[in-house]
């Protein structure tokens, strides 16, 4: 990145960034990608995990939005990423004659735009169920004036495996991506943006990126950059805060998720693995934007709608994660967040300098191809985007390897439901785990505190997926700091005994790790028993970021091809 010369430099580790860098990479531009600290750190690790339609837009009449959303989660579950994206089944639960009529029409209008003039492969159709039926899929439901349901099918994903592999995929076709690395200004030859000057957070060092263009996926916070400049053209952003619940799964008798209405929007009972999620929130947002805070009214509300629904209530004993996100919005003026748009733009406030925020993780693809095709202009002989055709590292070769995933653990010595977990996860690239433990069976190991994933996880993401510090493996890589009643407490000491031998910590910076990871669970922690978002958000900010603090080892940034 201090040496060469790029067609583009993209500002923004998240899902649109990640996606915008392989676009251009695999058409052949010379590609940089800069991330202030890890990859989906923000937004993108922080969703419902859904790729969807964005069923609740049909009644906003956003009939593109929702053929090109179904477009798109149709090429992931089929061509670009079936080991990450799986088919969801879904109940609606009815209340109302009237219900069973309107929300069968709103999925008839889905399954249609579903399959019209669609590249990627086509979900179930939709069924209505009668009570009885409803109650045999998910007894759970309190059956106090439920009618029945209609059951249709969405995807989802672990939204932050699929940022890291994009990453990877991306890197794969020749970009260099970096984190750690913030932007702390923009260059300029007289009206024209020229690069960019970064800071290598792990070193302290400044250096200069020259590109052609830039391209800032920085979501909400699209309006510093502009402000680096002294200009006021750009995009107007909001940012919308969506809290979720993470809940242990014997709390909940079902195995489908559930969609429920609430007065300003709905609301989402998802499966997750051995848990639930439960979201979301959607209220406006003018604090801290790196780490958005859940306050007790967020988790009370949220345990309260559900409740409206189930037989059995929740209470906070029940709820073994939490986790706030920001969404961002392209703003009008006096808009209600739950009503803003979630289409995206891209623009050029000056030259050499575009935008693009808006969109939702599911239309990351349209996204990116947009802003590549914009910057494609400034070059010469750019070829059409091709990542419609793209799979994600990982997806060559993942139907035959589920196929023989019995035979596959009788080889490896390991039971058909670790290897499941690892396709899972990481598809074919499976095989580069069980390599790894192979030549180190110790790495065969469960993580201390967390026994669904194992030791070779841990390396693995330092070695492949750039892992620099304890909270990137614990809340990105892993879950474990939000599918654990312990959040990752008991296991981090475990996880920085594995990340040292591979990044060269000292006992200092192993307990540094330790102490700032600690430190953000019991400030997560208070601010979730705050009243309300001001006391919430300063007690977040009570732990600071473990980035920008010099560690003795060598950096590792670096991803695997």
Not at 84 to 95: E, M, Q, R, S
Not at 220 to 231: A, E, P, R, Y
């Amino acid at each position: 990145m201090r040496s060469e010369h790029f067609d583009v430099l993209i500002i923004g580790g998240g899902v649109t960034g990640a996606g915008a860098a392989l676009d251009a990479a695999s058409r052949g531009l010379r590609v940089a990608l800069v991330e202030a600290r890890d990859y989906a750190a923000g937004t993108s690790s922080r969703s419902s995990k859904l790729i969807h339609g964005g069923l609740r837009y049909l009644e906003q009449f956003e009939f593109g939005l929702v053929h090109e959303a179904l477009t798109e989660r149709g090429l992931m579950c089929d061509r670009l990423a079936p080991h990450l994206v799986k088919p969801l089944p879904f109940l609606a639960p009815l209340y109302s004659h009237f219900q069973r009529a309107y929300f069968g029409m709103g999925l008839a209008a889905y399954d249609t735009l579903q399959t019209a003039f669609n590249r990627g492969g086509a979900l179930p159709r939709h069924r209505h169920l009668s009570k009885k039926g409803t109650r045999r899929q998910f007894p759970g439901l309190a059956p106090s004036k439920l009618k029945g349901a209609i059951r249709y099918y969405d995807a989802q994903t672990d939204d932050a495996r699929y940022v890291v592999n994009l990453a990877r995929t991306a890197a794969s076709y020749g970009a260099a991506v970096a984190t750690s690395t913030r932007v702390v200004g923009l260059n300029r030859d007289a009206r024209q943006v020229t690069g960019a000057r970064v800071a290598d957070l792990e070193t302290g060092q400044e250096f200069d990126i020259s590109a052609t263009t830039v391209i800032a996926a920085t979501g909400v916070w699209s309006n510093d950059l502009t402000g680096m400049l002294g200009s006021k053209v750009g995009l107007r952003v909001r940012a919308s805060k969506g809290v979720h619940l993470v809940v242990r799964r014997s709390a909940i008798a079902g195995d489908t998720a559930i969609i429920l209405r609430t007065p300003s929007s709905v609301l989402f009972i998802l499966p997750w693995g051995g848990h639930w999620i439960i979201g979301t929130t959607d209220t406006d947002w003018a604090l801290d934007r790196a780490h958005p805070a859940a306050s007790a009214i967020d988790v009370a509300y949220l345990l309260e709608l559900a409740n409206k629904a189930l037989e059995r209530p929740l209470s906070l004993d029940d709820v073994e994660g939490v986790y706030a996100g920001l969404r961002p919005l392209l703003s009008g003026e006096d808009e209600d967040t739950s009503q803003l748009s979630r289409e995206h733009a891209v623009v050029e406030p000056m030259l050499g300098l575009l935008l693009v925020a808006g969109g939702k993780f599911t239309t990351y693809r349209i996204m990116a191809k947009d802003a590549v095709d914009r910057a494609a202009r400034r070059l010469h002989g750019v070829p059409k985007s091709r990542t419609a055709d793209v799979p994600l590292l990982g997806a060559d070769g993942y139907q035959a390897a589920w196929r023989d995933r019995s035979e596959i653990a009788a080889r490896a010595g390991l039971s058909t439901g670790v290897i499941e977990h690892l396709l899972g996860r990481y598809g074919t690239m499976t095989f580069d785990l069980l390599r790894m433990m192979r030549d180190q069976p110790d790495l065969k190991l469960p993580v201390e505190g967390a026994p669904e994933y194992l030791a070779a996880e841990i390396v693995h993401a330092v070695r492949a997926e750039g892992a620099l510090h304890a909270d990137d493996v614990l809340t990105r890589r892993t879950r474990i700091s939000v599918e654990t009643p312990h959040r990752g407490e008991n296991s981090v000491e475990h996880v920085v005994s594995l990340m040292a031998g591979e990044l060269g910590w000292t006992e200092d910076d192993k307990q540094r790790e330790i102490s700032h990871y600690l430190a953000r669970v019991a400030a997560e922690r208070d601010s979730q028993r705050q009243p309300d978002d001001a006391t919430a958000d300063a007690a977040r900010l009570g732990a600071e970021d473990v980035r920008g603090k010099s560690m003795s080892g060598k950096s590792g940034r670096a991803l695997s091809n």
